[in-house]
């Protein structure tokens, strides 16, 4: 392949991947909505992330979720679970229609991450702090049973709070867990506040580094950058790799981003009416 078409594919796919991105960004707007639910901010913020995982990064097959040799992805900030399960509706693990339940007495998708009945969700999480621990026990498993699969966890910037994320980290470079990849969505906003007010991370990076942690900090929305990094790891033999990708909490809807309101709030609609064209969608 030559360069420049080389270069044609990769604009080609970086173009598809954020047209994902915004699929999923609507669905979670119409499900969040239709559900009076929460979380968008927390959604938004990842769903640039999710699509490169789904998209292109991840070794998974949706015909088979439970393919023994796929990749395993965990969900640890499970309250932004409805951007999950869009992005898996639209990669064909369950159809599309279920997302239209989303949140309602009898339906499997509920409120907080659940694997109960869910093609392609590996472990209910939603109690911040354990998916890094839970991530580390599937990263120990494959590591000592020579599966060549690997971890990837997602977590928020507010559960690095938690005591229970530091002792996972500190036991992944003890045992050399080279095959799990901690993504840190560092949108700064928490429940109750900025990062910085409830309880400052910084330098967060160099906390990593200090556990043993080979680190890479990128721009989480920039499609190519979280794509390069994700797919580059391990980035240090014997060491797990950690991703803290910078977002901005509602990503993608001006009136949302960076406003701690829609942390929980459910857009109403006029809201979603005005998100929605934002994203170039129909109400």
């Known amino acids: 392949m030559t360069v420049r078409v080389k270069r044609q594919a990769q604009r080609s796919d970086t173009v598809a991947l954020a047209e994902l991105a915004r699929r999923i960004r609507i669905s979670t707007l119409r499900m969040t909505h239709r559900a009076k639910s929460s979380h968008v901010g927390t959604c938004f913020s990842m769903a640039d992330l999710l699509a490169v995982l789904y998209g292109r990064v991840l070794r998974v097959d949706p015909a088979r979720p439970d393919w023994p040799d796929r990749d395993r992805f965990v969900l640890s900030k499970g309250h932004g679970c409805a951007v999950l399960y869009a992005v898996l509706a639209e990669q064909g693990f369950f159809p599309t229609a279920w997302l239209d339940r989303f949140y309602q007495d009898g339906s499997p998708l509920w409120g907080h991450a659940t694997h109960h009945g869910v093609p392609g969700v590996e472990v209910s999480t939603g ?3 354990h998916g890094l621990g839970l991530a580390c026990g599937m990263a120990l498993v494959g590591k000592h049973d020579g599966h060549a699969w690997r971890v990837f966890t997602l977590l928020s910037d507010g559960e690095c709070d938690e005591g229970s994320t530091w002792e996972a980290a500190l036991f992944a470079p003890h045992h050399g867990l080279d095959n799990l990849v901690a993504i840190i969505d560092y949108n700064k906003i928490q429940s109750l506040g900025t990062v910085k007010q409830v309880l400052d991370l910084e330098p967060l990076a160099d906390k990593w580094r200090a556990f043993g942690w080979a680190v890479r900090e990128i721009d989480g929305h ?13 980035f240090e033999s014997g060491r797990p ?3 803290i990708a910078h977002t901005v909490k509602g990503k993608g809807v001006s009136f949302m981003e960076g406003d701690l309101l829609w942390h929980y709030r459910a857009p109403d609609a006029d809201e979603l009416r005005r998100a929605l064209q934002e994203l170039g969608a129909e109400p």
């Open 127 to 129: 109690s911040l702090g």
């Open 222 to 234: 920039a499609i190519d950058n979280i794509a390069s990094a994700c797919e580059a790891v391990p």
């Open 241 to 243: 790799s950690c991703v």
